[in-house]
């Protein structure tokens, strides 16, 4: 179950076609917009409004968080864990350059945003499988007890 949101109020607004994308949102202006394809079933529409949810979230963790956050992701690359809990991390973890990571450069920051926002999606939504799921079981279990050091279950979620 998600825990309570803490922020200021988010709009939500689906679009006919987003083009490629199911979803894309603005910090700033606090909207996401959401394809209508993903109104189609099968649990998408959960999984993709919790993750652009967790955008709105990354920007509020501290930067000690996101730095822990990218130390559970720097051992799964070191230790070569294929995988991810959704498309738009997988493709960025498969561009990843170990420099990148060494450096925290924008794509390695890219790339813990977002995996940072699918595992919260994998996380919430109550998906048990889904064809984007191919991070190992042995790395799930390790994402999941992060979060739930990072965010125990009555304590609001700060976006």
């Known amino acids: ?16 076609s987003l083009g490629p994308y199911h979803a894309s949102s603005s910090i700033r202006r606090r909207v996401i917009f959401l394809d209508s394809g993903v109104l ?18 990354w920007v509020r963790l501290s930067n000690a968080k996101r730095r ?20 738009s991390s997988e493709w960025r973890k498969h561009t990843l350059l170990r420099r990148s990571m060494r450096l925290r450069d924008p794509r390695w920051r890219r790339y813990a945003c977002e995996s940072f926002c699918d595992t919260g999606a994998w996380i919430f939504a109550g998906l048990d499988g889904h064809d984007e799921f191919t991070l190992p079981a042995r790395a799930k279990n390790h994402r999941r007890g992060w979060f739930q050091r990072q965010f125990p279950a009555n304590d609001p979620l700060s976006i």
């Open 68 to 87: 822990e956050w990218e130390d559970v992701l720097r051992a799964e690359v070191g230790a070569g864990v294929p995988g991810e809990l959704g498309w």
């Open 1 to 16: 179950m998600l825990p309570p949101l803490d922020g200021r109020p988010i709009r939500v607004a689906v679009r006919r």
């Open 40 to 57: 189609s079933g099968n649990g998408e529409f959960e999984r993709i409004l919790l993750h652009e949810i967790f955008h709105f979230a």
